[in-house]
């Protein structure tokens, strides 16, 4: 469902007066309905318990020699929020048939050994990544040439806007965003009835999301 779909879908549910043909330039009722939708999706995207399988892309950029901390726009990752430092490679050839594993390292530990001393400036293969505290892609030794670095990170989605716009996860769940705004409608009328309902439907269908998007749980191997 689109923007629209949802927003009319939330009219539909709650028994709303009227209809609504756009999402853009509406008043009252149909202005309240088009926030509730354009939050509840805000909010399911933001839920901090999760890491959403959806939020993640691929990325095959190429490094600058000698400059080993990068944001995520001098990468050209739009809307990047989180890097996954235990994804990257790096190769010398634009076809990534010699890359080569970096190894994470936490930030403390990459401070205090790559950020010190002369290791500052040590010229080489890279074999270490990190985000240090200001969300910024930490790679050391420094590149001494060009290497491509193929990675992962977590990009927000952009929010509802559109009459067309449509939700970054699978279309079979978008009747979570239905739900959770249906909920401030109800809550907004002081309707017990109508919140109870889609509390119930809402916890259904996120628990299908959680199941189907988030990242798989692994264990590590035996101690014995």
């Not at 929020?81 to 235990?86: A, E, Q, S």
């Not at 594993?101 to 002369?118: I, T």
């Not at 907004?188 to 109508?194: D, K, L, N, T």
Request: proline share 5%.
């Amino acid at each position: 469902m689109n923007f629209l779909q949802l927003c009319q879908r939330v009219f539909s549910e709650g028994g709303i007066t009227g209809q609504i043909t756009s999402c853009e330039n509406q008043t009252g009722e149909a202005l309240r309905v088009v926030n509730w939708v354009s939050e509840a999706y805000q909010q399911i995207l933001k839920n901090q318990a999760m890491n959403w399988m959806f939020s993640h892309q691929s990325f095959t950029k190429q490094l600058t020699p000698g400059k080993g901390a990068y944001t995520f726009a001098e990468l050209g990752v739009d809307r990047g929020v989180k890097w996954d430092t235990r994804s990257m490679r790096v190769a010398i050839n634009p076809d990534m048939s010699d890359e080569t594993f970096l190894q994470h390292m936490g930030f403390p530990a990459f401070r205090d050994y790559w950020l010190f001393s002369s290791r500052r400036s040590v010229e080489s293969r890279p074999l270490n990544a990190t985000s240090d505290t200001q969300i910024n892609l930490r790679i050391a030794p420094l590149p001494a040439d060009a290497y491509w670095l193929d990675f992962q990170c977590e990009v927000s989605a952009a929010p509802l806007v559109r009459n067309d716009d449509t939700p970054v996860f699978p279309e079979r769940f978008h009747i979570a965003i239905v739900w959770k705004a249906l909920r401030e409608y109800g809550m907004f009328e002081a309707a017990p009835e109508v919140v109870t309902r889609a509390d119930t439907n809402f916890q259904t269908d996120i628990f299908q999301l959680e199941l189907d998007q988030s990242d798989e749980v692994t264990a590590g191997e035996p101690i014995c």
